[in-house]
């Protein structure tokens, strides 16, 4: 195995799209950032140094960090943000991961532009569990606001009102051709006819969720988020944010122009999106014709999105789905509305602004130090333990839902779990505000995604049908818009483990709430110590 040292330089820049500069934050003057490549078992060391006027962390979405939350980033829990002039090393070896992840800034809106891929492939001499494709190609798709990104998300988070839409959905951080003064960057894939590609599609995007499709082309999907499944073929996939599908495509089709497209998958009834498509452009060598579209399902299409995710499943090898329960969450989650007194932070119905929360929690971020710290040195009044386990009343939770009900309170509540034990959560989507679909994050852990359904979750008969045999494994479950998902995972990584919807908003909004996972008593059932260099708040 080897080890990869990287230095990130955190910076202000000027970028140029839609005819426009801005100032953003990203990483070595690249945006999107440097892709890392590693294979499964190498370790990596990030020496991030913040060039920047803001705070940052950088988080390795849907790496394990076995036994080492210290290195997995979200700010205010598991370390301090590196503040401007400062750095830290972020140092992991990848365990029994392999196929797509990346990384992304954890640090209130600076993920909008601080993002970027990282490719796991097999050891070397294993193979991948299909032929070996002859180009590898990320496609990373991300959003942009033709306006200062920082003002559209403070609109969102401090006046509590529906957030701004973004102005373009990006490929590789690119609007493409469809886009005023975009043609000349729109990326570009060139192959030879009969060439087998591996498309690493990844959902960077800070509010939406998107479908994707190559004109012409079939996908064959072998991964998601870092983990194989069980080969199938689509005309097109739909990814949550957070979320990653690994796809081969075969060029197999006339030479010709062929866009790769993506576009909205919407479910919050009557709130704006973005409606535009962003397009790269597949290119057989020489060919110069004009490209065509692919067809990508209407924003609401909620029918093909069922079909797509019905057909995820694991290959079926290495499955070893928890079977006894210890502990059995239940969480309705979703947006809400918290009283103000009449202004303009008040932009809900009545008086009320915007808010989110599991189980009635909305989740409020500590800011004297991170909730790791609090817990290993035992620092009192940071957070408390009593997350609720099931809804404080329970209700009709996609149906009329009297406001009454579900007015959220504010809180750092956390959840113990004994080292080892077996964990179910079901996820329940409500509908206070609207019932709309939300990528579940949880760090430190691949779960099982054992059922998912429409509508209220019904204990006897949707457990009866519970898939043990080859569910699915990822780190964001998209839980379906006005209906459940159910998960199960082994607490076998001890630490402090951040859960939220990856919907910025959302999560700033206060969808959120974080697991204690307690050391177990064998020598590698302990946390590591904490790195020396590790910032202070
Ligand atoms: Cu990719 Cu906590 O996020």
Redesign the pocket.
């Known amino acids: 195995a080897e080890i990869h040292h990287h230095e990130f330089k955190v910076q202000e820049l000027a970028v140029r799209r839609l005819c426009r500069n801005h100032r953003v934050v990203m990483v070595n003057g690249q945006f999107p950032g440097p892709t890392l490549q590693v294979r499964n078992g190498d370790s990596l060391v990030v020496k991030v140094t913040n060039a920047a006027p803001y705070n940052v962390t950088i ?1 390795w ?1 849907g790496i394990r960090q076995l036994r080492n939350p210290w290195a997995d980033g ?1 700010e205010y829990v598991t370390q301090c943000p590196i503040q401007p002039g400062g750095s830290y090393t972020y140092r992991f070896t990848i365990t029994d991961q392999e196929g797509t992840l990346w990384w ?1 800034a ?1 640090s209130r809106w600076l993920r909008t532009t601080v993002y970027g891929a990282l490719v796991i492939r097999p050891k070397l001499g294993s193979p991948y569990p299909f032929p070996t494709p002859k180009i590898e190609f990320p496609v990373v798709l991300g959003e942009w606001w033709d306006r200062k990104v920082i003002s559209v998300l403070r609109q969102a988070l401090f006046t509590g009102a529906a957030p701004n839409v973004s102005d373009a959905i990006t490929i590789n951080g690119q609007p493409g051709d469809l886009f005023r003064c975009s043609s000349q960057g729109t990326t570009k894939l060139i192959v030879n006819q009969g060439d087998t590609v591996l498309l690493r599609v990844i959902n960077a995007a800070l509010n939406q969720q998107l479908f994707f499709s190559v004109a012409n082309h079939q996908l064959t999907v072998v991964a998601t988020d870092a983990v194989y499944t069980k080969q199938f073929t689509t005309n097109v996939i739909m990814v949550g944010p ?1 979320q990653t599908t690994d796809v081969l495509l075969t060029a197999n089709q006339q030479p010709g122009r062929y866009y790769m497209a993506a576009r909205a998958y919407a479910t919050a009834k009557n709130a704006p999106f973005d409606n535009t498509t962003a397009t790269s452009i597949l290119e057989y060598r020489s060919a110069n014709s004009q490209p065509i579209l692919p067809q990508l399902p209407a924003y609401n299409d909620t029918n093909t999105v069922t079909a797509f995710s019905n057909q995820i499943k694991s290959p079926g090898y290495k499955v070893n789905v928890p079977t006894k329960i210890d502990e059995n969450l239940f969480m309705a989650v979703g947006l809400g509305f918290f009283n103000c007194s009449p202004g303009p932070r008040c932009q809900g119905p009545n008086n009320t602004r915007f808010g989110a929360s599991m189980n009635n929690v909305s989740f409020v971020l500590p800011r004297r130090t991170s909730l790791l710290q609090a817990y290993t040195q035992n620092i009192p009044n940071i957070y408390t333990t009593d997350f609720p386990p099931v809804p404080p009343v329970q209700f009709d939770y996609t149906g009329n839902v009297p406001r009454g009900l579900w007015q959220p309170v504010k809180g750092t509540k956390l959840y113990n779990l004994k080292f080892g034990s077996s964990v179910q959560i079901v996820l329940q989507d409500t509908s206070i505000f609207s019932t709309e679909d939300h990528p579940v ?1 949880l ?1 430190g852990y691949h779960f099982y995604i054992v059922g998912q359904g429409f509508g209220n979750f019904n204990p006897s008969s949707d457990t009866a049908n519970f898939n043990l045999v080859d569910p699915p494994q990822r780190n964001t479950i998209d839980v379906p818009v006005g209906g459940w998902a159910a998960i199960r995972f082994v607490a076998d990584n001890p630490g402090v483990w ?1 859960m ?1 919807c ?1 919907i910025d908003t959302h999560l700033g909004w206060g969808f959120a709430m974080a697991f204690i996972v307690e050391n177990g008593i064998g020598e590698f059932e302990i946390l590591l110590p904490p790195p020396s260099d590790l910032p202070r708040c």
């Open positions: 988080h979405h979200p992304h954890h957070g994050h760090h951040f939220h990856h």
